[in-house]
């Protein structure tokens, strides 16, 4: 079955540092989020992305934040100077147009700012 | 704005014994409506859903919600627990509005952490 793969699994990177979070989404899908997940809290919407542009994204996903889809197969979250507060597992998912409306989540990244 | 609320943030259950867990949700649009499981060290995978018609929809391992819109509720509910089934489950609502800038967005509850004792 396909999935939606994600890398790294973990990434510890120290306050102030450029971070790279990876997605690989199902291939034949057109709709493409990232959500993270504080410890201990719900899982918030960051950001969608469609026909190669940001559809949609929350109030947290401010000017430190960026989405990419470079290649056509991976799907990217940049943090330009991270703090400590981004601290928190990320989730990539994709969804195919359609009636199912069931987006597909990838396993997470669970990232720690030191 | 959409908003969900899962009444009951743990909930410790017996092996064999019915479980239910309460998910409320608040919209100004029509939504439709998801259970997602997340076992530890893993994403989230969807258990079920609601789009339309039957109120009561049932899922995978066994899970059933039902869909009641006068009370804004979807609870999920299974007759006999495994251990296995611990794990922590999300409801989710999304926007009706195909083809708004929402489309697919999830809104998430908080989460509610199912613990199965032998």
């Known amino acids: 079955e396909p999935e939606v793969t994600q890398t790294p699994s973990h990434q510890v990177t120290q306050m102030g540092q450029e971070v790279i979070l990876r997605c690989v989404p199902i291939s034949n899908h057109l709709y493409f989020y990232w959500y993270r997940q504080i410890l201990g809290q719900k899982v918030e919407f960051l950001v969608s992305f469609y026909n190669n542009e940001i559809s949609e994204k929350s109030e947290i996903f401010d000017d430190q934040f960026s989405v990419e889809r470079p290649d056509g197969s991976n799907f990217t979250l940049k943090i330009r100077s991270t703090k400590l507060e981004d601290s928190a597992m990320y989730f990539c998912?994709?969804?195919?147009?359609?009636?199912?409306?069931?987006?597909?989540f990838g396993p997470g990244t669970r990232l720690t700012v030191t | 704005a959409q908003s969900v609320t899962q009444l009951d943030s743990q909930v410790p259950v017996f092996e064999e014994a019915p479980v239910e867990l309460r998910c409320n949700y608040s919209?100004?649009?029509?939504?439709?409506l998801f259970w997602y499981v997340q076992y530890p060290n893993q994403g989230l995978q969807l258990l079920l859903k609601?789009?339309?018609?039957?109120?009561l929809v049932k899922g995978i391992n066994g899970f059933e919600a039902e869909f009641n819109k006068s009370q804004t509720s979807f609870h999920l509910r299974k007759p006999s627990v495994h251990i296995s089934d611990t794990a922590e489950y999300f409801c989710?609502?999304?926007?009706?509005?195909?083809?708004?800038?929402?489309?697919?967005?999830?809104?998430f509850g908080q989460g509610t952490i199912l613990t199965v004792h032998p």
């Open positions: 989710a609502v999304t926007n009706t509005n195909a083809g708004g800038t929402s489309y697919g967005k999830l809104t």
């Open positions: 609601y789009l339309s018609g039957s109120t």
């Open positions: 919209s100004s649009v029509s939504v439709y």
């Open positions: 998912a994709s969804f195919e147009t359609g009636r199912s409306y069931e987006q597909y």
